[in-house]
């Protein structure tokens, strides 16, 4: 038969139980015995719903308490100084913690490691701290003990690990700052052995294969980069007696695939959903390796053509035999859990999906049509009926879309007047002090904010009652912002569940799922709207939340958007026409937003772009296409107002410098950004380039529950005054605050209004 295995499932729990508990140990309210025992029940009944499906092995080490990065580098024992960590202590959960927030239970608070993208997805990993003289050992038993959980349950363990020259790619450290690449490859001296220590300790647990993710082989490596991977596993393939299958993912490999060929493991998994590498190609120099091929979709959720991907396995079933394995593409960590639980969506939308439960079952559909299997008949001819049944739905299209967006390229994507003139203007109508103060736009979501939300949206509130709640609410965030002085306010967008989904529910085109839950970060959860039809805008969005909140202020309030980019990116979007043609929708729809804020006296409007560079293709010869229609995006939803409204952005946790000429092209008045976490690193990309525009670097890190102090903040913008022209610096925090506490956010806030004041005094 032909197998099946999966690269990782979701570990956030079907109903999000790994959330709520580890929020709970963090809130004291749950000890970590009771953590442990939620993790462990969260692993079986993932296991055994892998196995109900017939994949084996099974993925052991996809389960992490916030992330899989940070994981391994406990295991490794990567802790950084500041935690206080002995060098020959194990390392615990509350250091775990304290590495991803900068605080847990026990310990001493310090500044939390970094956190960024996961190449082009939403999912954020904990950047691996390194030190020049980094030393490496096995330090955490966690990875194992789950080894051992599943062997007792009766499952075969497949442990997933990343493999060591991604691991050391993604990693950073002071010494390692304009230093080649060369520097961390020389690390692998010390880091090879102990990764010779994991698989014999695995080996010692009679597992049969490890999974070593590598997905940098997607991308464009260094040549020195790639000419370490085959010295880098011919150094692992006799460390033990099991078998080795690296995975990749996300992208074809292209000029690396030989390089993956070369590798003397006993298998290759190769992305068959984003990746295109040539399979006639790689037979020939396959060998005996098995060849994992991913065909069905680990990041987005509609059923899969399984007709379609038949066609192209039945010849390479006939010539591997049981050396094809058939998997999702990626981890299925990108997906939500389970379809079966969702009652809000109707019928004939819900058979166009499949979540991570139904993904496995498709794979054990295709498998058994591949094997003569007739028991799977049914199953076959369900799917290719809804395949069907979505192409020639009436509700995907939408003529008067259509014709708007055909008539899209004839609208001006330029401002009236370039920044050098259109800031004065701005500046003549705003009467801001120097070093701006503001906030990136969302305040404390309180669990009253929340409960009135739900209460109305099950119609146990009133629209009356709500609207006031809402009001006070805003009122409450105006009077504070007012005292604290801050000088651009916020509504504080009580109103709004999440950025991305508030907007979809006000749009047409778009579905929501009740429990469609994915992990951005931590315990930070997600539900991204599902983008199945042509996008307009029937009803403003914003305009009235806005006009009150600006009828109780003299200073000004920011409208708050977000951008079509980042629509785009955190939505499940169609895959029936390209990506750009959904993101203009988007943008005509978001410019419609825009101009009526303007005529509501709205004169600040922030359109948030944080996953602008998240949508970068991961090959640079891609990058060209993907940046010019994302940048035409942005300019058709801002560019149709006068030169006195101030345009903002957003974007956080991503890597500027290769992309700073696309961000300026973009033309926003002010761009704010998240540096706190890199200590204003990423300025390096303004220094080296001479962005044209306003910027506020963060100053202090909203992940934290730490309060940032007045010394630590002005010696920030000391350092971004040195790369970037004073007078067009503005001080902000680096993210929304909807996710911290109101005691947090007061002192917080407090002090950098006490930095920016001290900046204005010299």
């Known amino acids: 038969m032909t197998r099946l295995h999966n690269l990782g499932f979701p570990r956030i729990g079907a109903r999000r139980e790994l959330k709520q508990a580890v929020e709970a140990y963090w809130a004291g309210t749950l000890q970590q015995s009771e953590l442990e025992h939620v993790g462990r029940s969260l692993r079986e009944r993932h296991w055994a719903l892998q196995a109900e499906a017939g994949v084996s092995p099974l993925p052991v080490g996809d389960f992490a308490w916030y992330d899989q990065i940070l994981e391994f580098s406990c295991l490794l024992g990567v802790v950084p100084a500041r935690f206080g960590h002995g060098d020959d202590q194990p390392v615990d959960l509350d250091t775990l913690f304290r590495m991803a927030r900068g605080r847990a239970p026990t310990g001493t608070p310090a500044a939390a490691c970094e956190m960024t993208k996961w190449f082009d997805t939403n999912y954020h990993y904990l950047v691996p701290e390194l030190a ?175 007709d379609a991907l038949l066609e192209t396995l039945a010849p390479l079933r006939d010539q591997l035999d049981d050396r094809l394995w058939l998997a999702p593409s990626c981890s299925l960590l990108h997906v939500p859990v389970d379809l079966e639980q969702e009652d809000k969506l109707d019928d004939e939308l819900k058979g166009w999906l499949s979540f991570a439960k139904q993904k496995l079952q498709e794979l054990a559909v295709l498998r058994g049509a591949l094997d003569g299997d007739d028991s799977v008949r049914p199953a076959l001819e369900a799917q290719r ?42 500046q003549a109508a705003l009467k801001l002090p120097a070093y701006p103060t503001t906030t990136i736009g969302s305040f404390p979501q309180t669990p009253e904010i929340r409960a009135a939300r739900r209460d109305w949206k099950a119609g146990k509130l009133g629209d009356a009652d709500y609207h006031e709640r809402m009001k006070q609410e805003i009122t409450r965030v105006i009077r504070y912002q007012e005292q604290v002085d801050l000088d651009v306010l916020v509504h504080g967008e009580p109103e709004r569940n999440d950025m991305v989904e508030y907007f979809g529910e006000l749009l047409e085109g778009f579905a929501f799922t009740r429990f469609g ?17 042509d996008v307009s805008r029937p009803h403003p969005m914003t305009v009235e939340w806005l006009r009150f909140a600006q009828s109780l202020t003299d200073k000004p309030v920011k409208g708050m958007l977000t951008g079509p980019v980042t629509i785009l990116q955190w939505s499940f979007v169609r895959d029936d026409q390209p990506r750009q043609a959904t993101c203009r929708q988007i943008a005509l729809a978001l410019r419609d937003e825009v101009q009526d804020l ?64 696309a961000i300026a092209a ?97």
């Open 132 to 306: 020049a003289n980094q030393s490496f050992r096995i330090a955490r038993e966690s990875l194992f003990e789950q080894v051992e959980e599943a062997k007792a349950l009766g499952h075969d363990p497949k442990p997933v690990i990343p493999g060591p020259l991604t691991y050391l790619y993604l990693s950073k450290g002071d010494a390692f700052e304009g230093a080649t690449d060369t520097a961390k490859l020389a690390l692998l001296e010390r880091l090879l052995p102990v990764y010779r220590d994991i698989l014999r300790r695995f080996a010692d647990q009679g597992v049969t294969w490890v999974q070593i993710d590598e997905p940098i082989l997607a991308l464009d490596l260094p040549d020195d980069w790639q000419r370490a991977y085959l010295r880098v596993y011919d150094s692992l393939a006799g460390a033990a007696d099991l078998k080795l299958l690296v995975a990749t993912y996300f992208e074809g490999l292209r000029d690396n695939l030989f390089t993956a060929l070369q590798l003397p493991v006993a298998g290759l998994h190769l992305d068959r959903v984003r990746g295109d590498d040539d399979l006639q190609q790689v037979l020939p120099r396959l060998g005996d390796k098995v060849l994992s091929l991913g065909v069905i979709n680990g990041r987005n959720i509609w059923r899969a053509d399984l």
């Open 517 to 533: 839950w994915v992990q951005s970060y931590g315990s930070r959860c997600v539900k991204p709207p599902v983008i199945f039809g």
């Open 598 to 661: 303007e005529k509501a006296g709205i004169a600040v409007i922030q359109i948030d772009e944080p996953a602008f560079r998240e949508g970068l293709p991961l090959r640079q010869d891609d990058w060209r296409a993907y940046l010019d229609w994302a940048v035409d995006c942005f300019r058709l939803a801002t560019v149709g107002v006068a030169d006195e409204t101030q345009i903002h952005t957003h974007m956080c946790y991503s890597e500027f410098n290769d992309i700073i000429e």
């Open 385 to 426: 009926a809804a395949v069907a049944a979505r192409a020639t739905s009436p509700r995907i299209h939408n003529p008067a879309v259509a014709d708007r967006l055909a008539g899209a390229d004839r609208l001006s994507r330029d401002r009236l007047s370039p920044f050098a003139e259109r800031i004065g203007k701005q």
């Open 666 to 762: 973009m033309d926003a008045d002010v761009i704010t950004i998240e540096t706190s976490r890199s200590n204003m690193e990423l300025l390096e990309a303004f220094q080296n380039f001479e962005y044209p525009n306003d910027i506020g670097p963060g100053v202090y890190d909203i992940h934290s529950p730490n309060e940032p102090a007045v010394d630590w903040m002005v010696d920030l913008m000391h350092k971004a005054a040195d790369r970037l022209p004073k007078e067009r610096l503005w001080v902000n925090p680096d993210c929304g605050l909807k996710t911290r506490k109101w005691e947090e956010t007061e002192g917080a806030l407090a002090n950098m209004v006490r930095a920016a004041k001290q900046l204005r005094a010299g």
